[in-house]
C-alpha cells in the first residue's frame, strides 16, 4: 500500500523488452534506497512494482503485459521521468490517501491553465472511470495523492501547487499527455456492496445496475 506522497522522481535507465512484457531500469535520484530489500514493492508512477534487483541508486522491475496494456509504461521509453514512492510502513503518516499501486486506467491531460500561484489541469478519464470520480475526492494521477476540484461528465480539474509541480512529474504535462488513474479505493467498494447479492451474479448474465435494480433496492423514488 502506498500514500500517494512522492518521495522523489526517477528515471527509466533502461527498457529490455520481451515478447510482451520488459524489465526496466530506474535510476532512483535521490530516493534512500537503504531500507529497501529485493521483493519489495516501489509505486512507479502510481504502478506497483517489485524489485527484482537493486543497487544503492537503481532498481530493476519486471513489468507485465497486462501492465503495459493498462499503463503508460507503453508509452515510456529510456529517459523517462516517473515519480517514485516506497511501500507505506505500518505506524508511518498517511499523508495522501489509501493508494494501492493498481492503476485503473489512462487519463488524458486535455487542458493546463496557468493562475498565479497555482495551475489549473482538467484531465479526461474513460467513461468507465468517471462515476468514481467525485467533487471534493481523492484520486491518484501518475501515483500523486490529489484531491478533485471540479467534475464535469468525464472531465474533472486539479489545482496544482507549486511544490508538486517541482517534485513530480506532473510538471511535464502538456495537453494530450496520458496518465496512470488510480480512482478511490472506498468506490470501488462502496458501487459493491450497493449491489448487495447481485454482486454475485456473473457479469454475463447481467447487464449492471440498471434504472430497475436501483428502484427495487430504494435507491429510486416516484
Not at 519486471?62 to 505506524?91: C, H, I, P, R, W
Request: net charge negative; glycine share 10%.
Amino acid at each position: 500500500m502506498f500514500t500517494g506522497i512522492i518521495e522523489s522522481v526517477g528515471t527509466i535507465s533502461s527498457i529490455e523488452r520481451g515478447q510482451d512484457s520488459c524489465r526496466i531500469t530506474v535510476a532512483t535520484q535521490s530516493l534512500d534506497m537503504s531500507d529497501v530489500n529485493l521483493g519489495d514493492s516501489i509505486a512507479t508512477n502510481g504502478v506497483c512494482l517489485t524489485v527484482v534487483d537493486m543497487g544503492d541508486s537503481y532498481y530493476k522491475a519486471d513489468v507485465s503485459a497486462e501492465t503495459m496494456k493498462l499503463t503508460g509504461f507503453a508509452d515510456y521509453g529510456s529517459g523517462s521521468k516517473v515519480n517514485l514512492e516506497k511501500a507505506m510502513q505500518v505506524g508511518g503518516r498517511l499523508g495522501g490517501h489509501i493508494v494501492s499501486g493498481h492503476v485503473d486506467g489512462m487519463g488524458t491531460v486535455k487542458d493546463i491553465i496557468d493562475h498565479t500561484d497555482y495551475i489549473e489541469i482538467w484531465v479526461t478519464a474513460p467513461d468507465e472511470l468517471a462515476k468514481y470520480i467525485a467533487h471534493k475526492g481523492s484520486i491518484t494521477v501518475d501515483g500523486v495523492s490529489l484531491t478533485v476540484n471540479k467534475v464535469d461528465g468525464a472531465d474533472f480539474m486539479l489545482w496544482i501547487i507549486p511544490h508538486t509541480l517541482q517534485e513530480t512529474v506532473i510538471g511535464q504535462y502538456k495537453p494530450g499527455t496520458r496518465v496512470n488513474l488510480e480512482v478511490d479505493l472506498i468506490a470501488r467498494y462502496l458501487e459493491r456492496l450497493v449491489m448487495g447479492d447481485d454482486a454475485a451474479i456473473s457479469q454475463s448474465k447481467k447487464s449492471g445496475i440498471t434504472e430497475a435494480f436501483l428502484a427495487e433496492h430504494g435507491y429510486l423514488k416516484n
